[in-house]
């Protein structure tokens, strides 16, 4: 069996079956389409981080991007919601192209610029200028378009795509090639790789992926400001998320999400009271010592870890 | 092939500039297919600039490169790898965290080579790499990553191969393995341009060397003859002074 | 695993509450969101503190009176962290609703972290009780499932403001008026109904200055100078609180004499702004009166001076600070309380109808609760107020408008 | 209304100087993306509180005392964290996850011990032990505004700026006047070859590290006055704007940074001036031109480009 269908068989199948499943069993729903989208986002930013080392720190700006996509199409143009979520997509791809410059940026820099691009698009849809189109800080409200449940499903959907393209990624000579590149640019180049048309592609699909999770995260809200959907802690979440578990590898962020959102999710539940301490002291312990993510206990050992 | 055919890389008056200094100030020297040529000259002479440029890693600020009678000064790398340029490099970058195979693999799928490269596992054992072929690059000892390097350049299939000191740091055995396996190549077509500081070495494998010094050329002919030039002597020493 | 961890926190919840509906619970859950840190954090605790001192006073005295059963049952009060964090908040309203199953639902303060209750309420079919989320967007006709506690909505709260400078300016010389706001929500709607009043007022005066900056606004000289520029008669600055001790820090300390100057939360968070911008930067500050200073005629719960002495003995380390946001979550508490004890059941619909019969009825130390048919508060209206030194080196509240509240005259031009 | 601009935009510039200078030193000696850097600022300003508020001394001795305090703290910190952030694989960008859960530990302990409330202290506390000297050069009365160009600013932020300078300089001399200095500038340019060298890299660092804070924590004493008021929430926006200041200056260049709040400084007021609405938008803007056009900053040689 080629081990692209191995993958799709046996770890994106089980997954979402069991988010699939999940709803009619727990009755937390917001928290399973929750995980659902920080399993969307932590797989969009295991695209550009793990295959090409590129740290989006400001990754909201897709999602938000994407959110108000989906807004603006539903209130101006009074779109279906499946519609305004592949607009969202579009949205998010159209940001990332605008953005696509900073990729001459490495390592910091690329970082920084991009929380700061990020921020200006917060800062921009938010300005009262705008607020005939989207609303400006004054929050959307998009009842026509609520319905959680199929929300819910169109996240699967989203994430089934997004599974579907790290699997490609991980199996593929393209995907090995976008590793080239994150390991040595010049070398790459020099195996035959355009670099930059590399770099772009995993831009914008990590984009695309962003950006659809706002659309269904929209959808499934409905009402909403921009300080919701351009919150920085998706960036964060979706990072330490990724790379709690691994970056470059499929099963890596699927761990780090479905551990540490759960322990999150429990510390929450449980003692409120000093969830941000311990959430810090957790992420702070992750870094110091397992700066490879949870997969590097198993490849250290010298598993195959997909 | 004989050395005499025409030339498949020509370099003419190129220039090469960072800020004030002329790294390159007007270079001009050709290699014919199945030609080996060495590139020598003291540190800071231009010879690494030159395949740099060569190789797009530079675009030049003057003058003009030639491949096959096209102009392709100033292209993007892998392009001229598609061309039929490759190089390795002085200090190897092979893909780390990459096992030693799909670092050949990349090459091998992207390079483009106009004709049928060869066979990874023939690739593997000619350079004794079968042993570590499932190993991530950042096992490999030195050698075997310079090895590596070179194995990534013949994937795509050059037709022009530039070599940037790949002796330094090789035990005599494995300079003679080296030396037979860059002859090899030769024979088969391949021009290869040598950047060496080790004179036997460059003795041993090139048809003939240019002698740069302050970005130009200095003298064009066979290392014997060049020995023999007080112009090139002078340089050697003075550079050595100077070092 | 989340399953394992749900299914246990299920039986668990099961265990605690019998399932059966007719008899009574062992104990009433009112399940609400506090964010103990990020950008809310100060808003949300004096809410949420003040919800807890209630909750607290009740459980002594054996619980709340409950209609439905007719008897007192205690009170549960299930509250989670969401850390001023939107995603973190919608999951854990829907842990209320879902897994702990509470029976009342209260939203966090303000309206970011109200926004993600309000869909969530409304499909789980839960009445939620906002307290201060003053979002125009959540109040809907054809949403039934949310109505505002304890703040006027933002569209009519600066009314008396408006009325004031349309009506008494004139007479006073008021012409020229400077607008600035900060470019959220809260402030923004408070600044497009301020524009609105004055345009619909007719009245000889003009907004001359009329600029929004953005929340994070935390230095205004250069705005300052370009609000004098214009030589305004009256400034209105709508801002946060931490915007509002930014503003009037930097006015007093470049001197700049505005003859009629307008800040909201001098008046509803006066001792925070007093400890940050002191006695002097306050004088002469118009501002909205905040219920502690009108004393209002109580007919349900404690006055303001009884809830204020025992927010101090609750809170002596004045970690927590006293102010209108307090008087908001006591506020929520006590619409809360009076609803158990109208409702005929603990059906959503019925604390809905329950809470709506209240409107003009309910009156207490924050005013007379007044909701309109989409749930909005227009109740509650603060009047508007001047800060005159109390010769005590203190400050005391004269309010100026409306008339018919009025405990004195404005000083204009503030010297 | 230009000319108040330009001046209050130098004034208030220089300050910004100062708050961007400490994460610069630490990320050009050390490669670190300290995002913890505001919540050094902030604990900064509480300790100008305490000193200010509970000994009634002018706050300006909150800033020796807040420098000793901080850069011991910060060598600390240094042992505990980053010779093992430095052995991982990719420590530049894992400083960023690092620091951010250092960040989060920071935000709730200070919660937990002061509340969540804003807190200032009265602007005519600062260099009250001044008073009658600043009355004596510039005239006015003692508590009023100081007059410059014919207009009036704050005392406060007179006195801020001109610390700032005095820092700044004092950091000059230390780089380029005292044997430790030219260790850091030569860690700075070259870590890899100061290792071979012989040079004791992790006590260079940690000392770097230490005054990093050390200047933090001194811009922590004047935010109280700069920003109005501060709550333990506060050290996440000024993260952000130290990032587009140092970013402006040249990442890795500490005095760039001195240039880079000026030019923030200035371009924000003119802009608050004019566009008030949108000013939050220009600094990442301008950050994000800045990297693209000039990717090494305004007064930077180092390459940054992928």
New interface residues.
């Given amino acids: 069996m080629p081990s692209a269908l191995r993958h799709l068989l046996f770890i994106v199948a089980p997954l979402l079956a069991v988010f699939a499943i ?1 709803p009619s ?7 399973l389409f ?2 659902v ?1 920080f399993l969307i986002l932590a797989q969009g930013v295991n695209v550009i ?1 793990g295959f090409t ?1 590129y ?1 989006p ?1 400001g990754y909201v700006g897709f999602f938000g991007g994407g959110a108000y996509g989906f807004a603006v199409m539903v209130m101006h143009l009074h779109a279906s919601a499946p519609v305004a979520v592949v607009v969202a997509g579009l949205a998010g791809v159209a940001l990332g192209l605008l953005l696509s ?13 991009n ?3 990020a ?2 698009v917060l ?2 849809v ?4 705008l607020e005939t189109i989207t ?7 998009l ?1 026509a378009t ?1 319905n ?1 449940n199929a929300a819910y499903a169109a996240a699967l959907v989203v994430l089934a795509l997004t599974m579907g393209a790290v699997v490609f990624l991980k199996n593929s ?1 393209f995907g ?2 976008l ?2 590149v994150r ?14 048309r590399m ?1 772009v592609i995993a831009w914008l699909a990590s984009a695309l992926i962003a950006g659809l999770a706002g659309g269904v995260y929209a959808w ?6 921009p ?3 351009f ?4 960036s ?2 979706a ?2 998320f990724a ?1 709690f578990g691994g970056v ?1 590898t499929i099963v890596g962020p699927i761990v780090g999400v ?2 540490l959102y ?1 322990v ?3 510390i ?2 449980t003692t ?6 311990i ?6 312990g ?3 010592f397992l ?2 993510g949870l997969v590097s206990l198993a490849t250290r050992r010298g598993w195959h870890v997909p | 092939m004989s050395p005499k055919s025409a030339p498949i890389l020509e370099a003419s008056g190129v220039v090469k500039r960072f800020g004030g200094f002329h790294a390159l100030d007007g270079l001009n020297f050709h290699v014919a297919p199945g030609e080996i040529l060495g590139l020598v000259g003291p540190n800071g002479s231009g010879k690494t600039t030159a395949i740099n440029v060569i190789s797009g890693l530079y675009a030049p600020d003057g003058g003009r490169v030639s491949f096959r009678g096209q102009s392709v000064g100033g292209m993007a790398s892998h392009r001229l790898v598609h061309l039929g340029i490759n190089r390795t490099f002085q200090v190897p970058k092979p893909f780390l965290s990459l096992t030693v195979r799909q670092n050949i693999e990349v090459a091998l799928a992207y390079g483009r080579a106009a004709s049928a490269p060869p066979a990874m596992a023939s690739l593997l054992d000619a350079f004794h790499l079968s042993e570590v072929a499932d190993r991530p690059a950042r096992d490999l000892n030195n050698v075997q990553q310079k090895t590596l390097d070179l194995v990534r350049a013949l994937s795509t299939g050059p037709q022009l191969l530039l070599l940037d000191e790949l002796a330094a740091g090789l035990n005599p055995t494995e300079l003679d393995w080296i030396a037979g396996r860059i002859k090899a190549l030769a024979q088969a077509g391949m021009a290869i341009v040598v950047v060496e500081h080790l004179m036997g070495f460059i003795e041993q494998i090139t048809d003939r060397v240019i002698v740069m010094n302050a970005g130009k050329e200095i003298f064009e002919g066979t290392l014997a003859v060049a020995v023999t030039v007080p112009q090139v002597v002078e340089v050697f020493l003075g550079g050595e002074h100077a070092a | 695993m989340i399953r394992k961890i749900a299914m246990a926190l299920v039986a668990g919840l099961m265990l605690a509450t019998p399932a059966l509906a007719a008899d009574p619970p062992a104990e009433i859950k009112i399940g609400t969101l506090y964010a103990s840190s990020g950008r809310f954090a100060s808003i949300s605790m004096p809410v949420h503190s003040a919800l807890k001192i209630w909750v607290d006073q009740k459980n002594a005295e054996g619980g709340v009176y409950v209609k439905a059963f007719d008897k007192k049952i205690p009170i549960k009060l299930v509250a989670y962290d969401d850390q001023s964090n939107t995603a973190t908040a919608s999951t854990l309203y829907n842990q209320l609703i879902t897994q702990d199953k509470v029976d009342l639902l209260v939203a966090d303060s303000g309206s970011v972290l109200t926004a993600p209750a309000v869909a969530i309420a409304r499909d789980h079919k839960m009445f939620l009780f906002d307290q201060t989320g003053t979002g125009a967007s959540f109040f809907s006709k054809d949403n039934p499932y949310i109505a505002l506690m304890a703040d006027p909505v933002s569209t009519i709260w600066p009314k008396p403001v408006a009325d004031f400078l349309t009506q008494d300016g004139p007479k006073l010389g008021i012409k020229k008026i400077a607008l600035l706001y900060s470019t959220n929500e809260f402030t923004g709607t408070q600044a497009n109904a301020v524009r609105k009043f004055i345009k619909e007022a007719n009245a000889p005066v003009e907004i001359v200055y009329d600029q929004g900056v953005p929340t994070e606004t935390s230095n205004y000289t250069v705005i300052i100078n370009n609000i004098r520029a214009k030589q305004p008669d009256a400034v209105i600055h709508l801002g946060y609180a931490p915007n509002d001790i930014a503003f009037l820090r930097n006015v007093n300390e470049v001197g700049a004499k505005f003859k009629w100057l307008f800040c909201i939360y001098p008046g509803l968070e006066t001792e925070l702004l007093e400890k940050n911008v002191g006695v002097k930067g306050m004088q002469h500050v118009f501002t909205y009166v905040p219920p502690s200073e009108l004393n209002y005629p109580v007919n349900f719960g404690m006055k303001m001076p009884e809830f204020r002495a025992l927010w101090n003995k609750t809170f002596p380390d004045g970690k927590v600070e006293f102010g209108f946001n307090a008087v908001a979550g006591y506020t929520t508490a006590l619409v809360i309380e009076k609803t158990l004890s109208v409702a005929t059941s603990l059906d959503q619909m019925e604390l809905r109808r329950a809470v709506f019969s209240l409107s003009g009825q309910l009156k207490t130390l924050d005013g007379t609760f007044a909701l309109d048919e989409t749930g909005g508060q227009i109740g509650e209206l603060t009047p508007l107020g001047q800060l005159e030194p109390d010769g005590k080196g203190g400050l005391k509240f004269v309010a100026v408008y409306p008339h018919d509240v009025a405990t004195g005259k404005p000083v204009y031009p503030r010297p | 209304m230009l000319v108040y601009a330009l001046v209050a935009g130098l004034l208030f510039g220089l300050y910004f100087s100062l708050v961007g200078i400490g994460l610069n030193l630490v990320f050009g000696v050390m490669r670190i993306v300290n995002l913890a850097h505001g919540d050094f600022l902030m604990l900064g300003a509480f300790i100008a509180v305490g000193v200010s508020a509970l000994a009634g001394f002018d706050p300006l001795f909150a800033v020796p005392l807040a420098f000793v305090v901080f850069v011991l703290v910060g060598l600390v910190l240094y042992y505990l964290l980053v010779p093992r952030l430095q052995g991982s694989v990719d420590p530049e960008m894992l400083s960023i996850i690092l620091f951010f859960g250092l960040s989060q530990v920071i935000e709730a302990l200070t919660t937990i011990a002061f509340g969540t409330s804003e807190r200032s202290i009265d602007s005519g506390e600062l260099g009250k032990i001044l008073a009658g000297l600043r009355v004596h050069v510039f005239g006015g009365d003692a508590d009023g505004p100081v007059e410059l160009l014919g207009q009036s600013f704050p005392t406060s932020w007179v006195i801020s700026a001109a610390v700032s300078v005095v820092a700044i300089l004092l950091v000059y001399v230390y780089l380029y006047r005292t044997r430790l200095g030219t260790l850091t500038r030569a860690v700075m340019s070259r870590r890899e070859e100061a290792f071979a060298t012989g040079i004791n890299v992790d006590r260079v660092s940690a000392v770097a590290f230490g005054i990093g804070l050390g200047l933090a924590a001194i811009a922590g004493v004047f935010a109280p006055f700069m920003f109005g008021s501060v709550t333990p929430a506060f050290g996440e926006d000024a993260t952000v704007t130290s990032f587009a200041i140092v970013v402006l200056g040249s990442l890795g260049n500490p005095l760039g940074t001195a240039l880079g709040g000026v030019v923030y400084g200035i371009s924000y007021m003119v802009v608050q001036t004019y566009l008030s609405s949108w000013a939050d938008l220009l600094p990442y803007v301008l950050l994000i031109l800045i990297l693209l056009l000039r990717p090494s900053g305004l007064l930077g040689r180092r390459v940054r480009v992928a």
Avoid at chain 1, 135 to 141: F, K
Avoid at chain 1, 272 to 277: A, C, E, K, T
């Fill in positions: 999940l069993v727990y009755e937390n729903h917001l928290m929750n995980f989208v981080y080392g740290l720190f410059p900073l990729l001459r940026l490495s390592g910091a820099y690329f970082a920084i610029a929380l700061a691009a921020l200006a800062h921009f938010a300005n009262p200028a609303r400006g800080p004054y929050g959307v409200s009842t609520f959680p000579r090995l090639a590793q080239s390991e040595d640019p010049v070398s790459a180049a020099m195996a035959g790789v355009s670099v930059v770099r499934y809200v409905s009402v909403f400001f300080d919701n959907v919150s920085g802690t998706f964060i979440f990072i330490v790379l470059a479905l551990l759960g999150y999710n429990l929450g539940f409120p009271q000093y969830f941000q301490l959430y810090g002291l957790l992420i702070m992750l870094v110091l700066p490879a």
